[in-house]
């Protein structure tokens, strides 16, 4: 009797992260973190002190590593419950509001969003979309965020609200979006085309327009490998 054979995604959301979205995501996940680089407070309030390095940089990775819990193994496995636990865990103690959380969990999903509008060759069907924000929502939920928006134009305004009150710049927001931004390079791009997909994918991309950038990309290639 043959095998079955086993199919390369388990759920529908690790599809969507994972399968023909998966640059969409990968680079709009990283953008995500630098677009959070520009709010002063939460820099030092989920990133650490004004000493921002490598250590930072390895927490921002367990993140990532979090969030790819819950994404491949679901809320009801035991790693989506673990990854739960540790989101709440590390951010129990810190001394941010609601609304701050709302900002956080809107930027991870809408950040994509604007990548794949912007530059993917395949846009997100609308039952992607709606499963993308399905997705975020039931985050929120687990991690008890209150007064969480219903649809995706009310998350988008209360993007854009927030970040009028509270975007601005910072020398520590800026070496620790330049670290992320050398690594979407690093883990999207052939080496030797890096310089090109600068000047054609990100040269439009929404992440200039943040400031902790100040408006010009830092230089990936001089950066350790």
């Not at 008890?144 to 649809?151: E, F, K, Q, V, Y």
């Not at 009150?165 to 910072?170: C, D, L, N, Q, V």
Request: hydrophobic share 40%.
């Amino acid at each position: 009797m043959q095998a079955k054979q086993k199919t390369p995604f388990s759920n529908d959301v690790e599809r969507l992260y994972y399968g023909r979205h998966r640059l969409t995501f990968r680079a709009g996940t990283y953008l995500a973190l630098i677009r959070m680089m520009g709010i002063a407070h939460l820099v030092t309030a989920l990133y650490g002190h004004t000493q921002l390095a490598r250590e930072t940089h390895a927490r921002l990775a367990r993140t990532r590593q979090t969030l790819r819990s819950l994404i491949c193994h679901g809320f009801d496995s035991p790693e989506g419950r673990g990854a739960i636990e540790r989101l709440r865990a590390a951010h129990q103690h810190l001394r941010v509001q609601p609304q701050d959380f709302r900002y956080v969990l809107a930027t991870f999903f809408l950040e994509p969003l604007r990548w794949n509008e912007a530059h993917a060759k395949t846009p997100l069907a609308a039952e992607e979309t709606a499963l993308l924000l399905a997705f975020w929502m039931r985050v929120g939920e687990a991690m008890n965020i209150p007064d969480l928006p219903s649809s995706l134009p009310a998350w988008r305004q209360l993007q854009r609200e927030y970040e009028a009150r509270h975007m601005g710049f910072t020398d520590e927001g800026h070496r620790l979006a330049a670290m992320c931004l050398r690594d979407v390079v690093k883990l999207s791009v052939p080496r030797g085309a890096r310089w090109a997909f600068r000047r054609r994918r990100f040269g439009g991309c929404s992440c200039w327009r943040v400031p902790c950038l100040r408006g010009s990309a830092p230089s990936w290639e001089s950066s350790p490998r």
